[in-house]
């Protein structure tokens, strides 16, 4: 089954730095790739949409400049959180669809930003 | 309008019954996909069984079935012979088709009792 690996698991960064997070579709391509946050005990919020070589679509309320979306390829969406503030401490999670329109989302695990 | 709804935060079972996480949707699309995903502790999402609109009978995978109620807007999932390792969150989710976005419910945490 398709697979999405998210790298790192876990970051802890120092209030100021930027952190990037990648999300790779390992046994297929990925066409579009979605970037989700998630505060505890609550549901996923869709930060974008990000489609291979153009940019990224944002949801309203999420700063284009500070939550940086890249999909360079079809298996590779990095999201690197620039200047990175306490606020900023979440569960950020990927998920990816082999086709426009694909049933199944698949997601990665997750990574879990501290920010000191 | 929220387009999925899940109004039980919390949900307890005893282990081997079965349980009924409630998922209602909004849309006036007559094409959809509706979706379960279970997040255990650990955080990441899987993938647990689709209904789609058209389709004529209700989803099952293993112990996992999907009460799809067409007119009611329902669609909520029925695990059966509950076990420990169901304790989870569990999120309704939609997607409209033809489209790409998923619309996610606020989630059920279920917990399994010995």
């Known amino acids: 089954g398709a697979v999405v690996s998210q790298h790192p698991s876990w970051v802890i960064c120092k209030s100021g730095t930027s952190v990037k997070i990648e999300c790779r579709s390992l046994?297929?391509?990925?066409?579009?790739m979605f970037w989700y946050r998630q505060f505890p005990k609550q549901s996923l919020m869709l930060m974008a949409t990000?489609?291979?070589?153009?940019?990224?679509?944002?949801e309203q309320g999420v700063e284009k400049d500070k939550f940086l979306i890249n999909h360079a390829s079809l298996t590779l969406s990095t999201l690197t959180v620039t200047s990175a503030h306490p606020e900023d401490s979440s569960f950020y999670i990927c998920?990816?669809?082999?086709?426009?329109?694909?049933?199944?989302?698949?997601f990665g695990a997750g990574s879990r930003l501290t920010v000191l | 309008a929220q387009k999925i709804t899940q109004t039980q935060p919390g949900m307890f079972v005893q282990e081997k019954e079965a349980v009924t996480l409630d998922c209602t949707y909004d849309?006036?699309?007559?094409?959809?996909?509706l979706f379960w995903y279970k997040q255990p502790s650990s955080g990441e999402m899987i993938f647990l069984i689709y209904?789609?609109?058209?389709?004529?009978q209700n989803a099952t995978e293993g112990r996992y079935s999907l009460n799809f109620q067409k007119a009611r807007k329902s669609a909520n999932l029925v695990i059966s012979a509950s076990q420990l390792g169901d304790s989870a969150m569990y999120f309704c989710?939609?997607?409209?088709?033809?489209?790409?976005?998923?619309?996610f419910g606020t989630g059920t945490s279920l917990t399994v009792i010995p």
């Open positions: 989710a939609m997607r409209e088709e033809p489209g790409n976005q998923f619309y």
């Open positions: 990000s489609n291979e070589g153009s940019k990224a679509t944002y």
């Open positions: 046994d297929f391509q990925a066409t579009t």
């Open positions: 209904q789609g609109s058209y389709d004529q």
């Open positions: 998920s990816a669809t082999i086709a426009y329109g694909a049933n199944v989302l698949t």
């Open positions: 849309t006036s699309d007559p094409s959809y996909g």
